[in-house]
């Protein structure tokens, strides 16, 4: 911990009472690093203070746990970031990602913007739009380092980026090793498994549903539909094998679907299921209950197509209250967060997420965590530009939503639902 230097030097004092006020000072240090962000504007007193909003997707659960687990990471990034700036400190707070845009809106007006905002992409564009986030500042140079299907993710309309990419979080099939040798590689080979007794667990949340479109062969008619194009007899055909293999699992006796996500995990920790699709994310909480037993792999292929996760990109975003020299603060740590040594870092340090510099090596033959992560961000570039055309924000995702519940409890065919899709997907947002 750094501590804060006092403006004026104190007359000299006894070795004890020094080696006291010493503790104490780092101590202060510590805690300007480590204070959540909060309504009190003492705060704004503190030098050269970067306040750092984060946001907490609908699957995580804000508590103690979690709030820990992203001071971990603070105090990873920052301790080395203040070998170069000894004198920032960071204050962060966390926050629903869902409410991000009304809460910032809030503190906006309370003259408590943070300088930055740790949130998706998707949540980025959100707040650009609402006029909470400046544009990123970043030269042609400095784009080279990310794959450019995932900045087109963070493009607002005027071409500008929501967002710094940051980091990137995959989908992926977690299992227990003690009930599954080896995990299911195909689609058949999951319904094969759930055949030999073998409980599997899927959620109706929408985004944990995508990946099989990709392995369905149906991701190119998606992306013809919500472009508004007109789709051919093979395209409707492919988008009803999707919805068709949905309503044939649902009808396994051993695969269970389940309202949301974390309802899935905590049926899977508890031992009543032998795999589920999972977040990169949540590894951490899942090796604590499971240790050894937690198995990941990529999500399962179908014959002759790939799986089509939607992996979450990390990113920061500007805050447009800052002072001028906040904003220097926070675009200096933005930029040194996305170097090669601090993003592998993060990768090495957490393995649960993926750098967003592309020239980042990851040791994947050291790790099969690591190498299932990778695999699993090559099977997500194809859903990325289906993730660019419907954000979770977009008005016809409930009704997505709907469609797919209806059809997993029966009350919809697939030739219904797929007349359904299409008139969903070419409706305009």
């Known amino acids: 911990m750094g501590q ?44 050269n203070v970067v306040y750092l909003a984060i946001g907490a997707n609908k699957d995580q659960l804000i508590n103690a746990e979690l709030k820990q ?205 032998d795999w589920i699709p999972c977040r990169s994310i949540v590894l951490r909480q899942l090796r604590r209950v499971m240790g050894n037993t937690l198995g990941v792999a990529p999500l399962p292929d179908g014959e002759g197509h790939r799986a089509s996760p939607v992996n979450r990109l990390r990113v920061l975003a500007l805050g447009r209250s800052s002072s001028a020299a906040g904003r220097r603060r926070a675009l200096a740590f933005s930029f040194y967060s996305v170097n090669p040594l601090t993003q592998r870092t993060l990768t090495l340090g957490s393995s649960t997420v993926l750098p967003a510099n592309r020239f980042v090596t990851v040791p994947v033959q050291s790790s099969q965590v690591l190498a299932a992560m990778v695999a699993a961000a090559n099977q997500g570039l194809q859903a990325n530009s289906l993730v660019t055309l419907v954000h979770t924000n977009d008005p016809r995702i409930p009704r997505l939503q709907s469609l797919l519940t209806q059809l997993v409890f029966g009350e919809a065919s697939p030739n219904g639902a797929t007349t359904e899709l299409i008139r969903i997907l070419q409706a305009r947002p």
């Open 69 to 273: 687990e992203f001071q971990d990471q603070l105090l990873k990034v920052g301790a080395r970031y203040r070998q170069i700036h000894p004198d920032t400190h960071f204050q962060f707070g966390v926050y629903p990602e869902d409410q991000m845009v009304e809460v910032m809106r809030q503190r906006s007006r309370s003259g408590l913007a943070p300088d930055l905002l740790l949130v998706n992409g998707d949540t980025a564009l959100r707040l650009r739009q609402a006029g909470l986030v400046d544009p990123f500042p970043i030269r042609k140079d400095q784009l080279a380092i990310f794959n450019e299907e995932e900045l087109g993710r963070l493009r607002s309309p005027d071409g500008r980026l929501a967002g710094l990419p940051l980091l990137v979080q995959t989908q992926l099939g977690c299992f227990n090793r003690q009930r599954l040798s080896e995990p299911p590689a195909t689609l058949q080979e999951l319904l094969n498994a759930t055949a030999n007794g073998h409980p599997m667990g899927l959620s109706l949340d929408l985004y944990y549903l995508f990946w099989i479109v990709g392995s369905t062969g149906a991701l190119p008619a998606i992306d013809k539909a919500v472009l508004g194009q007109p789709l051919n007899p093979a395209d409707r055909q492919a988008l009803t094998g999707w919805l068709a293999w949905l309503q044939n699992a649902s009808n396994q006796q051993r695969v269970t679907f389940f309202p949301d996500q974390p309802t899935a995990e905590a049926e899977f920790k508890a031992g009543r299921l």
């Open 4 to 47: 804060i230097v006092p403006s004026m030097a104190p007359p000299p004092a006894p070795q004890q009472p020094r080696r006291r006020r010493d503790r104490l000072l780092r101590l202060l240090g510590g805690l300007a690093l480590l204070v959540p962000l909060g309504g009190c504007t003492l705060g704004r007193e503190l030098p």
